[in-house]
């Protein structure tokens, strides 16, 4: 069935340097697409978000990239701090299925002092 | 704005017991949802609320899983009786609607584990 995947597992990047966490999706009608951040013994947390008619958008030092032609998305962190370290997960919603969100496996991310 | 509120945190029981998660979600959105999520593992939707009328229960283990939102507030999920294989985090999330683009927010869920 459709599904979101992650490339890695894990992410290890030193302190100070930008981290890319990659995602694949299958879905091509797949229309908005949500990236969380989940601290250990905590809910995941809303980071960005982008729709469909959109390529790229910019938070709070994250920006997510969207590549349609080739169904990847991916959310780059600038400046890694120790405070990133987590898991990962991008989720997309599309009408085709309720909008329900579908998850990815999740990349946990961890940071070099 | 106040957050998702779950309780309790944490919860262990015996298999064969049961027990009682409940959420409030943010004020004023109207969709809620619970999720179970396995350790290292996405959220697995069971439930998924538009105020007080259920829209998605497919996944939800109807012969020991319920779950209700009376007033179109808050909501409490039940497990009864439990299983081992029900050892897991229970998320509420709520979002202002159910459509496309409208994120969901998640509490810090309930840790069940049963023994």
């Known amino acids: 069935g459709e599904s979101v995947g992650l490339h890695l597992p894990t992410l290890s990047v030193q302190e100070g340097d930008n981290s890319i966490i990659n995602c694949a999706y299958s879905?091509?009608?797949?229309?908005?697409f949500i990236w969380y951040k989940q601290e250990s013994g905590k809910g995941p947390q809303f980071i960005i978000d982008?729709?469909?008619n959109m390529d790229k958008r910019q938070g709070q030092r994250v920006t997510v990239l969207l590549n349609k032609t080739v169904k990847h998305l991916s959310l780059q962190i600038a400046a890694t701090q120790p405070g990133d370290s987590a898991v990962y997960f991008c989720?997309?919603?599309?009408?085709?299925?309720?909008?329900?969100?579908?998850w990815g496996a999740g990349t946990k991310l961890i940071i070099k002092p | 704005e106040a957050g998702v509120a779950q309780s309790p945190r944490y919860k262990i029981i015996e298999k064969r017991q049961s027990v009682a998660f409940w959420c409030n979600p943010i004020?004023?959105?109207?969709?809620l949802y619970w999720y179970q999520q396995i350790l290292g593992q996405g959220p697995k939707l069971l439930i998924q609320?538009?105020?007080?009328?259920?829209?998605?229960d497919s996944q939800l283990p109807k012969d020991r899983f319920s779950a209700e939102r009376l007033k179109g507030v808050d909501s409490t999920l039940k497990i009864q009786p439990a299983k081992l294989e029900d050892s897991a985090v229970y998320l509420c999330?709520?979002?202002?609607?159910?459509?496309?683009?409208?994120?969901?927010?998640f509490g810090n869920g309930t840790r069940l584990t049963v023994t």
């Open positions: 989720a997309e919603k599309s009408r085709d299925s309720n909008y329900q969100l579908i």
């Open positions: 879905n091509s009608a797949s229309d908005y």
């Open positions: 982008i729709r469909s």
């Open positions: 004020s004023g959105h109207a969709t």
């Open positions: 609320f538009q105020n007080n009328g259920v829209v998605d």
């Open positions: 999330a709520s979002s202002r609607s159910g459509l496309g683009d409208s994120p969901l927010h």
